[in-house]
Structures are given as structure tokens and as C-alpha cells.
């Protein structure tokens, strides 16, 4: 199995390995199931410098050649999405040197938790999940 080095953004020292499909493609869900909120990946052109989207087509990632270059590939946001945008304020007074920072792209809405003990109630289950953030509503069905 082939693998592609992907990683959040330009600066990122740890880049992920994701799989190649037997077909030559990246399954989209591969990499949102690693950088949620992912809508694509990006590579620098080594002859010009400048930034090239990988084409998607059927929920599939397809470098243009056929094959994948020995490159880091960068995941792409969609703009809009709630986030900070990266080229706007990236000096702002909160981010005085310019620095790239990850962004919290999605945060989850819903959620649902199955094979409970019969015997948890609506109580136990919002104190248990509390821990991690604020729970809005919650609800135990037998």
C-alpha cells in the first residue's frame, strides 16, 4: 500500500501518512477522518511556487499526473466556515508575530451514544459529558 504525507498547514513538522486507494485516489473521508472540516489538499508547484488544488470528483482526491509526487500536501479549509480566516489578521493583536495557528474548524452538535447500561439515566449521562464541554440537551431512550 502507497502512502501521501498530509499535513495542516505549510508550517507543520509532523505530517500524517494517508492511504492511497488501489485506484490511485484519496477517499475524502480518509482525510476528514484526520483534519475534520477538511474540504480538499493543496501542494506547492516545485517549478513556479505557487499553491495547486487536487481535483475532487466523487468524493475522491485525484492528482492531476495520475501519480503522487513526493511532496507534503496541505489540507484545505472551506472558506467561510465559521474560522478565522488565515490570510486575514494573521497579525492581529491576539497573533502579533504572524504565527499559523490550528484552527477549531467544526465542533460537534449532535451526538449519540449507544449499548448504555438499561439503567443510566438522563442525569448521570449529562454529568458524565459535561466534563468534556457544555451539554445543551440529553436524552436516554429505552
Known sequence: MEYVRVAEDEQDQEPIELPIEEDGTILLSTVTGQFPGACGLKYRNPDTGSWRGLRLADER??????????????????????????????????????????????????????????????????AYFEQFGEVVFSEVRQ
Open 61 to 126: 482526491l485525484q492528482f492531476p499526473g495520475g501519480s503522487w509526487m513526493d511532496t507534503i500536501y496541505v489540507v484545505v479549509y472551506p472558506k467561510g466556515s465559521g474560522s478565522d480566516n488565515k490570510r486575514k489578521g494573521e497579525e492581529s493583536a491576539g497573533n502579533p508575530a504572524g504565527k499559523t495557528r490550528r484552527l477549531d474548524v467544526k465542533k460537534n452538535q449532535d451526538l449519540v451514544v449507544l449499548g448504555l447500561p438499561w439503567k443510566t439515566t438522563e442525569e448521570e449521562l449529562k
